[in-house]
Every structure is written in structure tokens, then in C-alpha cells.
């Protein structure tokens, strides 16, 4: 029991340390940090590209400069970088090393953790059980022993849920971060293309307004011309309105 009760505390311990990290990591500016896990492969939904005669830290730089890239695996035996978007995780894989968010890291480790903190639980648990023939003197002892080993299991578990709600959010503000500088992106080149015709438009009315000649009707080229031009900013005007909404 004393053996056990030492590893649960080491256990804790760092369970707590990691924590601390994971909490810092989410709540950074800087939350895309990527780090490398040995032995180990990112699994997503969708692959985007395969680099051969690659490295981990090449595997890395590809992945940190490619904006849909949430992770890479870097096979060490093909030395071929495979980089991936959208949610993933992390898996036990040799002669692989998995290329992902310092955020993903730190929720694989608590999650690791906390699985190995649960079953050193559960063995003290079962040995206090197995054992109370033998403290029948110490009975109560070891009711209290017994009731806050479980408590301490409804807290792992009560923070195995906050973590994975963490986890969600996080992804979620991801995600929204990624489809904001898409949505950036597409405006920008929106608005390139309307400045480019307000110049087209200028150009128009500086060339016919100051270079036509009043004729015997009362018409001239400006005049001639105004109606379309005043038709087409017309049209832009609820072309933009109606991409806006």
C-alpha cells in the first residue's frame, strides 16, 4: 500500500505540472506552437501533403508555414513528412515521430495521466478491500483511507471532463481562427477588384467628361456615356450589399 501510495503522489504531482502547462498553453497568444512527440503519429481526417526526403525539424518548419496544417507525422525509417489539417490525435506509433500543438500535447499527456492515476486508484482500492479481514482493529482507519480514495477518484474524474471540454473549446476557437483569416483573405481580394473598377470608372469620366465638345444637338460623348456609367456603379453598389449579407 505505502508503494502505491507513493507512485499516486508522484502521479499527482505531475499531473498537476502538466496541467498547469496545458492551461498556459490555451490561454497564450501564441497557441500554435508546434512540438515533436518520438514514437508516436498525429491521425487526422484528411491529409493535405506528403514531403519526401524530409526531417523533423524541415517536417516542422512545412507544417508551421502551411495555414491549414494542424500536425504532421514524420516517418523516420522513409524520412517522408506528412503533413494534415483539421482535428486529430496523437497515437502510439515506432519509428514515427508526431508533429502537433504544444495544446494537443499537454491534453495527451493529462489524458495519459490521468488514465495511470485511475488505475493506481483503483489497485489501492482493491488491496484496502482485500485487506480488511486483516485491520479489522483498524477498521475505521481504513474507511477513511477508502472514502478519500474516492473522492480523489470522483475528482479525476470530474477534471477528465473539464479537460475534454477544454479540449473542445480549443478546438473550436481553432477552427474559428482558421475560417477568420479565409474569410479575411477572400474580402481582401473582394476589395481589390471594386477599387480596380472605381479607377476604371475615374479614368472614364476624366477621358470623355473633359475631352468632349459641345455639338449643335446639346449632346456629347459624356452625355452619351453617363447613363451606363451610372448604371453600372448602380449595379456594384447591390452587387456589394448583397455579398455582404
Known sequence: MENLSNQFNNL???YQDTYQDFVNTISSSNN?????????AFVSGNNINTIQNSSVS?????????????G?????????CTLS?????????QNQTAIVKQALYYSNQLQQINNELTNVNNSMMNLANSSSNSFQQTQQTSQEKAQILQQNYN?????RREIEV????YETLNSA?????????????????????????????????????????????????????????????????????
Open 85 to 93: 489539417s483539421g482535428n486529430g490525435n496523437i497515437i502510439n506509433s
Open 166 to 169: 477544454m479540449i473542445r473549446e
Open 72 to 80: 504532421a507525422t514524420f516517418d523516420n525509417n522513409q524520412n517522408t
Open 155 to 159: 475528482t479525476l474524474e470530474q477534471e
Open 177 to 245: 481562427y482558421e475560417n477568420g483569416n479565409i474569410n479575411l483573405t477572400s474580402n481582401y481580394y473582394r476589395y481589390i477588384m471594386y477599387v480596380l473598377i472605381v479607377i476604371f470608372l475615374i479614368f472614364l469620366l476624366l477621358r470623355f467628361g473633359l475631352t468632349s465638345e459641345q455639338r449643335g444637338g446639346g449632346n456629347n460623348k459624356f452625355s452619351q456615356f453617363s447613363p451606363f456609367i451610372f448604371g453600372l456603379l448602380g449595379f456594384i453598389i447591390v452587387l456589394n450589399a448583397i455579398l455582404k449579407n
Open 58 to 70: 524541415n517536417c516542422m518548419s512545412s507544417c508551421s508555414s502551411t495555414q491549414s496544417c494542424s
Open 12 to 14: 499527482l504531482t505531475q
Open 32 to 40: 500554435n506552437t508546434l512540438t515533436s512527440v518520438d514514437n508516436s
